[in-house]
């Protein structure tokens, strides 16, 4: 099993991704391949992103109630 990777690692992979697709560097054959690893990606962000705010607002309440 492979580690998950961090939020850079995920969003860099990601712009990769839809820049080959843009440029129509992937066939038909390995597109969806590539759009289930894009979705898969763009959780990981997601979800990141959400333990970060979720973060940030407990620091915020401690810094108002002490």
Request: net charge negative; charged share 40%.
């Amino acid at each position: 099993m492979s580690k998950k990777p961090t939020y850079t690692e995920a969003f860099e992979e990601l712009q990769s991704l839809v820049t080959e697709i843009e440029r129509g560097e992937i066939s038909i054959d390995g597109l969806s391949e590539k759009v289930r690893r894009a979705t898969l990606l763009i959780r990981i962000c997601k979800e990141k992103l959400k333990e970060t705010e979720e973060d940030v607002n407990n620091i915020l309440k401690e810094l108002e109630g002490g």
